[in-house]
């Protein structure tokens, strides 16, 4: 944890904060916080800066706020994501939050296994707990918006032109004759990363139909976990 | 497992292989590979090819190999990597392996804790274990070579000039003025990569003082088994 996450509603007219819980016992146990230290911190959606330890931590942890600069810059990318297996997806929602993407649509694919849409992983609190995380790895303070669809058909059809909205539009598949394109820095882009399986031919089809390219990483097949980053990195590092 | 990575003396004279253990577990129940089915192999240093089940599965798993291409190319890039904490360190070396690195140096630093070198995952037998699962994953028979070294200093000053040879040599650090470069294709690349906590100004130095060039990936800090996908993504894709 780099920064302490802050709720809105927990810094009062006052700039003061009174923490419990999850971040109290990390603030005493891992960070070892100490009487009158800074702490970098960040309101949940809005601006980061410091805080100065007025009291504790014992059973609560106040802290004096002050709020000074913008969150990190976005990453201008929103993923279409086939529900990667349970464990894969608690690694790849604090990562994608820490890369600073603003969107992803988590979407059924012929080979996502059913059961995976009964984890609690895709739980609503699940996942806002999962991207907290990659907030407090970053410096963030401003979540990717998640969604889930279990109709990949539909959603493609349907929802996902007005959905990707102006960006580029890639999809990587192990078959496709391009490569990764140099994509100027401000262009919003949308990539659809499928199962660890791939995406079946038909519904590479169904995203070209929705102006998706295909575009190849090369031979090797990789794991969601490890794809997610990797071309995330081939795309907008620096 | 997208490849059965079978050992160079598992294979007999005659083409055929046989197999118990984990591989023959994971055939039975994940695969379920079924009598005269044809399954992706690959000899491990070696060619890649197909198998035919002979026989099983059922105390062993008997195949008929033929090997008959090339493992995937390889990515070019050797890792100073600071030991990272276990749990990210079993995550990070199967993503390494699938990535097609050449060689990692596992170094101490300024900010890896002490007691990391107790870990059982520092075991020969067990690097070589997380390995061949990247390797399985990406279809490859070439594990990166694995070292570790106790202590930075030393190393840096006597060894890791020789050891990075001729490549061009990066050291991503968050004050780092310029950017990810273009890096020509088949140019070898070293990266050193710091731990959770960064390299110290000071082992930037020292790194520097051997040709390490500081790049910086942005404001955001990333978690070392999400950094390094995304550096090699940067620099090695498409």
Redesign the interface.
């Known amino acids: 944890m780099?920064l302490l996450l802050l709720q809105p509603n927990e810094v009062g007219a006052d700039g003061v904060a009174v923490l419990a819980g999850r971040r109290l016992e990390h603030a005493r146990e891992v960070l070892r916080v100490q009487h009158g230290e800074t702490l970098k911190v960040g309101v949940k959606g809005a601006q980061v800066g410091t805080a100065t330890v007025l009291e504790g931590p014992a059973e609560t942890l106040r802290l004096r706020v002050m709020l000074d600069a913008p969150p990190?810059?976005r990453a201008g990318i929103s993923l279409v994501l086939a529900i990667p297996r349970p464990k894969a997806l608690k690694?790849v929602l604090?990562?994608v939050a820490?890369?600073?993407v603003d969107r992803v649509v988590l979407v059924n694919a012929a080979k996502v296994e059913k059961s995976y849409f009964d984890s609690k992983v895709l739980a609503p609190e699940f996942i806002e707990g999962l991207l907290e995380l990659g907030l407090e790895?970053?410096?963030?303070t401003v979540p990717p918006r998640v969604e889930v669809r279990e109709r990949f058909r539909p959603f493609v059809e349907d929802e996902l032109g007005a959905w990707a909205g102006p960006g580029r539009r890639l999809v990587p598949h192990p078959t496709a004759e391009?490569?990764?394109p140099r994509v100027p820095a401000k262009e919003p882009l949308v990539v659809a990363i499928g199962p660890d399986g791939g995406w079946t031919d038909f519904e590479v089809e169904l995203l070209a139909k929705q102006g998706f390219t295909p575009?190849?990483?090369?031979?090797?097949?990789?794991?969601v976990?490890?794809?997610?980053?990797?071309?995330?990195?081939?795309l907008r590092?620096?």
Chains 1, 2 share one sequence.
Do not use: H, T, Y
Not at 215 to 223: A, E, Q
């Open positions: 780099n990190p810059p690694r604090p990562a820490s890369l600073g790895q970053a410096r963030d391009s490569g990764v575009i190849s990483l090369g031979p090797r097949i990789l794991r976990e490890v794809a997610v980053p990797a071309i995330i990195g081939a590092f620096p």
